[in-house]
Every structure is written in structure tokens, then in C-alpha cells.
């Protein structure tokens, strides 16, 4: 393989000069330091694999919480022109629509770090019960399902085609909630007959669970203000109480995208398609193969929304029922919910013409900006909030675009800290250590479905995410607007 | 820097212990397994026994169940990959566990095996990991030595 050669053209932004088998260059937004790192891994060999896709526009795009992936890299954008472009399941990946959401409260942080009867324990306070009841009624980890909700085929092919409105429709939710989420929640051009039976097996008892690995359900509070205009209109007030959840479309997802990965390689085997990775198997969109893929996908990214609308529910019935509030009397309501795995049609200049686009993230979030017509009237005159999660252990920013994102990275930033450790590092790391004494005494409760998966995912596994968010500001292409602090996280 | 760590399965057998070796090898995100076999058969068998590894504990007690399994694929890289996809499907959908398998007939587009299965019972068992998917990234199962050798990333 030829060597990757890096060319700094900003000052967070890298290029990754064009080889004769690429067909745009890379662009990679990092610190000096980040990109020193990134030596290290194949996160970078995988941006240039991305830039040999047939019809690729502009660059293959890393954002700065770029790691290696499989396929596509961790932190990945890339588009392609809808008419007579690519669709690739791998630059989406196996958690379709795996993605945040948001929740604020009109409940001040102090108020729920009260303990009773002069006790000193956090343990003991009403957020001590709230992580055990977030607990209790959100199933978490491999395996955990509520027995008392089913879902009937026909209940999951009107959740796939119709996404949160159907959850909401079964009173899992306020018709108000949908405005504040991607797409209202409900991404059109899903077609449930694409769903195989054994997607359909693998997804029906995952609706309403948080699964393991990196998700989490996190209350915590706003600890800083950077922009108060924006954050007043996001509805985020200083010292109250918020709610992220990070999940996405569980096995039914992961099924839709394991099917049709197979039919792509049966296609590619007989059309003789040389891939520099055979993750990053391809359909022209505007084949049988890519359309199946899409309506497919759709499907799954509308399950993942009504995942996080079933979760948002129990959320506000935890809280409800340790504070005895209604949700409504406690101001628990949608700040946003995103995507950072997905593939989307939308339109850009290209060259001086509007074209449509399939852009890709994987592991990068959609940050459209002010006056963007596919944004909620709401956040239309702010931009679209940007949830970017970090480790458990630190801290996690709201952002809002900026224009320069529309014409540089087709509207995009990235979706985390991204990892820095692998999770046999991260569990060697944490060896002889107690991970939850000491997360409890910086104030956090964590608790998890194993101690293994906490030991996996201890802050020092990621980047600082304040590092990552710097650069995406440093580099013009979102600004701060509010950074959360955690006080509880359960985790699969 | 990113270290490789060495895994070891221990199957009880009727009158022995078995031990399977594989390896983790350096990946930031994910799971890349790396192990042998002395046969083509042996690879695949050790293969589903570290994924299966991976996602529940070792103790392996329960009633055995017999399923009859066939995979056809346009190469041998490939068949090896949908051959662990059906480990997890055969876990994730039916709680099946992996326990080990007659492989009838194995060739570059095919495989039929009698898998023995397990049935997942918390009870008994402890569930380690959820495994999204067998990945295709750099899947290449090598031959040096009478030795054959298969490096995988599976998506957690």
C-alpha cells in the first residue's frame, strides 16, 4: 500500500494527498497531536479506502474523534451523488441510526443531590434512587426486555414505516415530542418488505432496550453556557437537571444491515468488484440492490427513533415516580435527537449546482445550520442542537452548526470523544482499581449490567471530548453552546 | 501503545479438558480475534468457540441440542464469515450457545455441520457481551505451515 501522506491546510485541517487509485483526497480535521496518534491505528488507511468508492464527491472526511473502525472509519463522512451514485451499508454500519438524544428539566441539580436524615451518601440522595429506578425500568444489557410490553408483527411494521409517531400513538410519548426530533422521527422511504424474517426475529423482543457496549442512559446537569441566546431558545438553563440517552436500532438493525451486506457481496463476487475492503461493499442507490438497502435502512433508522422515544418514556416515569412530580410539573421535554449513523438524501451546492446527495456519517453527526429548511421551526433561526456525547467520567457539549459545515463537510461534526484505548487496555487500565467508588466520589453513580462493561468504558478509554469539540470550533464548523456535567449513568 | 492479549477457552470434555487458544488483537472500537487451526474444519469449529467465548461465560453446562446446518457462499473467506453469523443468530434469536460441531463436509463455497447448541439459561450462564456482527474487514484465512490462520473484527 502506498504511504499516507498528510499535508496541514488549516489550522485543525489535514489532507491526505490524492493517490492514483483514490479519487478525491482525504480530509482529516485534527491537532497535531491527534494526528500523531493516529499513526498508531488503521483509521486513517481506512479514510483512504473510503477514497477509491466510485463517485465520490470532494473528500472522504475524518472528523477529529476519529478511530478505527471496520469499513469505513469511527468518526467518517463521505457522499455520493443520489442520480448516479453509491449507497454502502458500511458506511452506515451494523447500529443503524444509532444516535442522541437530549432531554432538559426545570429541576435545579441541588435538588436532587439532597440526602434525607442527615446522610452523606450520594447513594442516599434522590438521584441515588433515580439510577436505581432508570435502572429498573429501562432494560439494560444482553438479554434484559420489560415482559410487559409486546409488540405484534404487525405493531413492528408500522414502527418501522412510521417510526415515533406509531410509538406515540400507543402513549409511549406527547404528539409534542416529535417536533423536536430528526426528521420528526419518522425518516421517509422505509419499506418494511425489505426487512427479512430473521431481522424481524433478531429486533421484536429489542424495542425498548438499551443494549450494552458504549450506550447509556445519563442524567446530568448544565454545568456551562457558552452561547445564552442559543441555550435559552434549546431551553437548557444553568445547574438544571438533563437526560442523554445514547442507543440505536438493536438487532433489528444490526440484522438489516448483516442481509444486506450478504446480497451486495453476491453482487460484487459475480460482477468481479475489486474492494480495498470488502465492509465497504457497495449498490449504485438507483439499483434493485441499493433501493432495497434504503428502504431497509429507513426502517431500521425509524425502529432506533422509537427505541429512544420507548426510553424517553420510562425516563420520565423514573422520574415521576421518585419525585412524585408529573414529567410535565418537571419540565422534562425533547431538547433534540440525532443520528450519527445514517445514510441521507440531501442537497448541496456541488460546484455551483444544487444536487442530491447520499452522505454517509458514520460516527459523525448531522449539525445543519440556521435557516436550514430541514431543521424544527423552533431551532430554525439557531441551527439544529448537536449532541456529542463524552465518557462517563467527564463531561458532554451541546453544539449548534455553522454554515462552513454545509460547504465543507456536508453538514456535519462529530458524534463523540472517540476511543483511545482498546477494551482489553481499558480493563487492564482499571485492574486492582474500583471504577464505581471512584466515579462516586467525583459525585457519579454508574451503574451497569456487568462491572466488565463500566471497566471497558472508563473515561480514560476516550479522548477528552473537550479536545475534540475545541477542534470542530477551532475549526469553524459548530460553536459550544452548553457542556453538561454527569451525575448518574446506567449502562447495558 | 495498543497490546495484543492471549485468551484460552477450556472445554470439558467426557474424560478431558480441551483448551482453545486465541488471541485479541490490538483494536480501538471493536473485537479483532485472531486464531488457528490444524485443518479448515478446526479453524471454523475454533472460530465459533471464541466468538461463542466472547459473548457468554465458559461454563458450558445444559442439555445438548442437535441442529443440522448448511452455508453455501461464493468463497471460503465468505463462508467463514456467514458460518459465525449464524452463531449469532442461532444465540441471539433461538438462545442457542455454541458448544461445538461434526462438520460433515467442508469445502470453499460450502458447509454442512451438525452443530450441538446449548440453551442459554441466566441461570447458568452469564452473559459477557452483546456481539452486533461478524464484520468483513481484512477477513483473510491464511495456510502456512499445515497451519490455517484467520484474523476478524467483530462489532460490540
Redesign the interface.
Known amino acids: 500500500m502506498a504511504e499516507i501522506r498528510l499535508k496541514q491546510i488549516g489550522a485543525y485541517k489535514w489532507q491526505m494527498q490524492q493517490e492514483a487509485d483514490m479519487n478525491v483526497p482525504g480530509i482529516v480535521y485534527a491537532d497535531e497531536r491527534m494526528i500523531s496518534s493516529l499513526m498508531?491505528?488503521e483509521?486513517l488507511k481506512q479514510v483512504r479506502n473510503v477514497a477509491m468508492l466510485p463517485g465520490i464527491i470532494n473528500a472522504s472526511i475524518a472528523m477529529p474523534d476519529i478511530?478505527?473502525?471496520?469499513?469505513f472509519p469511527?468518526g467518517g463522512v463521505a457522499a455520493f451523488d443520489s442520480s448516479d451514485g453509491i449507497i454502502s451499508p458500511?458506511g452506515v454500519?451494523?447500529?443503524i441510526n444509532c444516535g442522541v438524544r437530549l432531554l432538559r428539566t426545570d429541576i435545579p441539580k441541588d435538588s436532587i443531590l439532597k440526602t434525607q436524615d442527615s446522610k452523606t451518601d450520594i447513594q442516599d440522595s434522590i438521584l441515588g434512587r433515580l439510577v436505581d429506578r432508570l435502572f429498573d425500568n429501562i432494560p439494560s444489557?444482553?438479554?434484559s426486555r420489560r415482559e410487559d410490553i409486546q409488540f405484534s408483527k404487525a405493531d413492528l411494521d408500522r414502527i418501522a414505516l412510521n417510526g415515533v409517531q406509531e410509538i406515540i400513538s400507543k402513549g409511549f410519548g406527547l404528539p409534542e415530542d416529535i417536533q423536536r426530533i430528526e426528521a420528526n422521527g419518522t425518516i421517509s422511504g422505509a419499506n418494511p418488505e425489505n426487512v427479512s424474517q430473521?431481522a424481524r426475529?433478531?429486533g421484536h423482543d429489542q424495542l425498548g432496550t438499551l443494549?450494552?457496549?458504549n450506550h447509556f442512559v445519563e442524567v446530568g446537569f448544565v454545568e456551562e453556557v457558552y452561547d445564552q441566546k442559543v441555550a435559552d431558545i434549546f431551553g437548557l438553563i444553568k445547574n438544571n437537571i438533563t437526560v442523554l440517552i445514547h442507543t440505536g436500532s438493536r438487532?433489528f438493525g444490526?440484522?438489516i444491515?448483516?442481509d444486506n451486506?450478504?446480497t451486495l457481496?453476491?453482487s460484487a463476487?459475480?460482477q468481479h468488484i475489486v474492494l480495498p475492503?470488502?465492509?465497504l461493499?457497495w449498490a449504485y442507490f438507483n439499483s434493485k440492490e441499493g433501493r432495497q438497502y434504503f428502504g431497509a435502512m429507513n426502517a431500521a433508522a425509524n425502529f432506533a427513533f422509537a427505541n429512544r422515544q420507548l426510553i424517553t418514556h420510562w425516563v420520565r416515569e423514573s422520574f415521576e415516580q421518585v419525585t412524585g412530580e408529573t414529567a410535565d410539573k418537571l419540565g422534562m421535554r425533547i431538547v433534540y435527537d440525532v443520528a450519527h449513523n445514517i445514510a441521507k438524501e440531501e442537497t448541496y451546492t456541488i460546484n455551483g449546482k444544487q444536487k442530491k446527495l447520499m452522505v454517509h456519517r458514520k460516527g459523525a453527526t448531522r449539525a445543519f445550520p440556521a435557516g436550514h429548511p430541514e431543521i424544527p421551526e423552533a431551532y430554525r433561526s439557531t441551527g439544529q442542537p448537536v449532541l456529542i456525547p463524552g465518557d462517563m467520567g467527564r463531561y458532554s457539549y451541546v453544539l449548534v452548526g455553522t454554515e462552513q459545515t454545509l460547504s465543507e463537510t456536508f453538514g456535519t461534526v462529530c458524534h463523540g470523544a472517540g476511543?483511545?484505548?482498546?477494551?482489553?487496555?481499558a480493563v487492564?487500565s482499571s485492574k486492582g482499581r474500583q471504577v464505581i467508588k471512584e466515579l462516586k466520589e467525583k459525585g457519579i453513580i454508574v451503574k451497569g449490567a456487568?462491572r466488565?462493561?463500566i471497566n471497558e468504558e472508563i473515561s480514560e478509554a476516550y479522548k477528552d471530548v473537550a479536545n475534540v469539540v475545541d477542534i470542530v470550533e477551532g475549526a469553524g464548523l459548530a460553536r459550544k453552546v452548553a457542556k453538561l456535567r454527569p451525575l448518574g449513568v446506567i449502562k447495558? | 501503545?495498543?497490546?495484543s492479549?492471549r485468551m484460552h477457552i477450556l472445554i470439558n470434555m467426557n474424560r478431558s479438558i480441551k483448551k482453545i487458544n486465541y488471541t485479541?488483537e490490538?483494536?480501538?472500537?471493536?473485537?479483532c480475534i485472531k486464531l488457528g487451526g490444524t485443518t479448515l474444519k478446526k479453524l471454523f469449529d475454533n472460530a465459533a468457540k471464541a466468538v461463542t467465548d466472547q459473548?457468554v461465560s465458559a461454563g458450558k453446562k445444559g442439555q445438548k441440542i442437535m441442529n443440522d446446518i448448511a452455508i453455501i457462499a461464493?468463497?471460503k473467506?465468505?463462508l467463514f464469515i456467514?458460518w459465525l453469523?449464524e452463531v449469532l443468530?442461532q444465540f441471539?434469536?433461538h438462545g442457542l450457545m455454541y458448544a461445538g460441531s461434526k462438520i460433515k463436509s467442508l469445502s470453499n463455497t460450502t458447509i454442512k455441520a451438525e452443530v450441538a447448541f446449548i440453551r442459554?439459561d441466566?441461570k447458568e450462564h452469564?452473559?459477557?457481551?452483546?456481539i452486533?456482527?461478524v464484520?468483513?474487514?481484512?477477513?483473510h484465512i491464511e495456510k502456512k505451515g499445515g497451519i490455517y490462520s484467520v484474523r476478524f473484527?467483530v462489532?460490540?
Open positions: 498508531h491505528d483509521s478511530h478505527a473502525g471496520y469499513g469511527i458500511g454500519g451494523y447500529d444489557g444482553v438479554g430473521r426475529e433478531r443494549g450494552s457496549g438487532g444490526y440484522q444491515c448483516d451486506l450478504r457481496q453476491s463476487y459475480k475492503d470488502r465492509q461493499v476511543r483511545l484505548m482498546s477494551r482489553g487496555q487492564r456487568t466488565a462493561t447495558g | 501503545m495498543l497490546q492479549e485479541l490490538p483494536h480501538t472500537a471493536d473485537i459473548m461464493p468463497d473467506d465468505l456467514y453469523q443468530y441471539y434469536v442459554f441466566p452469564d452473559a459477557k457481551r452483546e452486533k456482527a464484520t468483513y474487514h481484512d477477513v473484527v462489532d460490540i
